[in-house]
């Protein structure tokens, strides 16, 4: 049976703007305050889910949240109306209004931690949203994320669905931002790596100084126990400190990986030649490939300004690997001609390049590789997905017709308390469940 890697990439919602919300994500901090434009940063998502579908990809797209997060205001101890509310929180708390109307959800990487029927016990698809406490804007995500996670995932005989972990600290989970999964042919047992920042329940042990680590041990130890995985099978990993206090908030800032290939930064992890070890033990016998960039080469600021590796690597039909980054790399000399030489070296297991323009998304600090879900599926598991959210011309068009009907051209943090905004944010997303065939998936829709 065939199976394949799908990437199934966010939505980005209708009221994406510049707040500057996540502490230690230098390009969030450095846009804070700039004006972004919600209509062009969907229909750059868009033009990359199309661009990938054309070249054979099975390309998926995930439904944003519903923001204004009313439902989260009035937990706070905000009553009235949903425009009193609004009003209220804007005099009160304006950083939480801000935090209450964040598109971060865009960027799926983040969603959750997926592990193939190949790899658990059980032969299922499991899922397990991330939780992602260590920001307020995001931590308020997962409840949701879980719903349209079922509604694209819908067959209880192919996919677990998992609920997220503990909301603490010492289970901080971020998703596939710090998963990994190596393999020879992706229907074939793999290995999941985990990387994480800390051990929560180990002050002790290395942690950074400056920035936070947002990923426990302790939590990606949990996902491997809930997903059923082949101890064998799983490698974890520390991400070096040094870099997280560099702007590395996610391990996918610093590495990238998929099939035989990794391809990570000298600096990426602590003990970085035990890690490698690792995983050649775990991953087997046959080839597995290395790319490590010096600091010579591209130094650790570049690689955070340009989102190196925040890419997408993806196998093509020749046996090649295809990686996709965003057109700041571009703009780096040092950079681009580092991906000038992978690509003409016919030694390298990387042999086409792509970049695309995601600048909205790039400015509040996420990339091509935080923009999609990887998601493995054989034939039966791929037919059981829901099809309505599969990209082809007709789904495209559809998307690019409602995303130039509903969003603004410009937002910026003033207008957030717009009663209109929640109204139109409302209006586009109910449209929308409807064109995804979701069901009831927000809080406004029950």
Known sequence: MKTIETNFDGLVGPTHNYAGLSRGNKASINHAGNVANPKQAALQGLEK?????????????????????????????????????????????????????????MWTANAATVSPSADCVDGKVHFTPANLINKFHRSIEHEVTGNI????????????????????????????????????????????????????????????????????????????????????????????PAVIDQGVFHNDVIAVGNRNLLFCHEQAFVDQTGVYESLRKAYGPQDFHIIEVTDQQVSVAQAVGTYLFNS???????????????????????????????????????????????RQSMNNGGGPACLRLRVVLNEQELAATNQNCLINDQLFSTLNSWVKKHYRDQLSEKDLADPLLLTESRTALDELTGILNLGSVYPFQN
């Not at 997060?69 to 009235?80: E, K, Q, W």
Request: glycine share 6%.
């Open 312 to 358: 997408q690597l993806l196998s093509l039909g020749n046996g090649g690997t295809m990686i996709i980054v965003p057109s700041e790399c571009e703009n780096d000399p040092a950079v681009w001609n580092y991906l000038q030489s992978l690509v003409n070296n016919s030694s390298c297991p990387i042999t086409d390049l792509k970049v695309f323009d995601l």
């Open 149 to 240: 996670l079922k509604a694209t995932f819908n067959s209880p005989e192919h996919f677990v669905h998992h609920q997220s972990l503990p909301s603490t600290e010492y289970f901080g989970d971020e998703g596939a931002a710090n998963h990994t999964r190596f393999c020879h042919e992706y229907g074939q047992q793999g290995v999941e790596f985990f990387v994480y920042g800390k051990e929560a329940f180990n002050p002790e042990s290395a942690s950074p100084q400056k920035y936070p680590a947002r990923q426990s041990l302790e939590a990606s130890q949990a996902i491997a126990r809930l997903h059923q995985l082949d101890p064998d099978k799983v490698v974890f990993a520390q991400q070096n």
């Open 49 to 105: 889910m199309k661009a990938l579908s054309e070249l054979g990809f099975v390309q998926g797209v995930l439904a944003p949240q519903e923001r204004p997060d009313i439902t989260t205001l009035r937990r706070l101890g905000f009553t009235g109306s949903d425009s009193q509310i609004l009003s209220d929180a804007t005099q009160q708390m304006p950083a939480v209004l801000a935090a209450c109307c964040s598109a971060s959800s």
